[in-house]
């Protein structure tokens, strides 16, 4: 439980950064919002990475560029589960404000749940030598 909890600090520190660069990119230097987002993904999911890998899982050493480029691929995965769930809720409901919320709510609650699962098991599963 522990470990999860910190997953989810990890992951609001995620969700400010990711907001904050893109809210920089796209005011401060005039990328559109679609290219914006893209760089406040990266940028955000490296975050989020460093810290999940030193605080959340506690892995040693500095991490491998195939070890980032792998959480990047499987985040993104967790992202589009995220957009999903969220389209879905909006399908099957109105368009009220109470149900945009819940929407975000439940497709981040979910998209959290499966990029957990994956950090502990495919990302930083503990390797045992061969």
């Known amino acids: 439980m522990k470990q999860f ?13 990711d907001f904050s660069v893109l809210y920089g990119v796209v005011n401060g230097l005039g990328l559109g919002t679609l ?3 893209v760089v406040s993904f990266v940028v955000a999911a ?7 890998r030193h605080f959340t899982f506690v892995q040693q050493g500095k991490g491998s ?3 980032w480029a792998h959480y990047l691929l499987l ?15 909006l399908w099957l409901t ?4 109470t149900n945009l919320f819940l929407g975000v709510a439940a497709g981040s609650a979910v998209a959290m749940l499966f990029n957990y699962t994956i950090s502990k098991r495919a990302v930083f599963a503990q390797r045992r030598p061969v």
């Open 46 to 52: 490296t975050v989020t990475w460093k810290v999940n």
């Open 75 to 89: 985040t993104s995965l967790g992202g589009g589960i995220n957009v999903i769930v969220y389209q879905t809720w």
């Open 5 to 17: 909890l910190r997953f989810c600090l990890v992951g609001a520190l995620g969700f400010v950064t």
């Open 94 to 97: 109105d368009h009220s404000t």
């Open 65 to 67: 560029v195939r070890e």
């Open 35 to 37: 290219a914006g987002r």
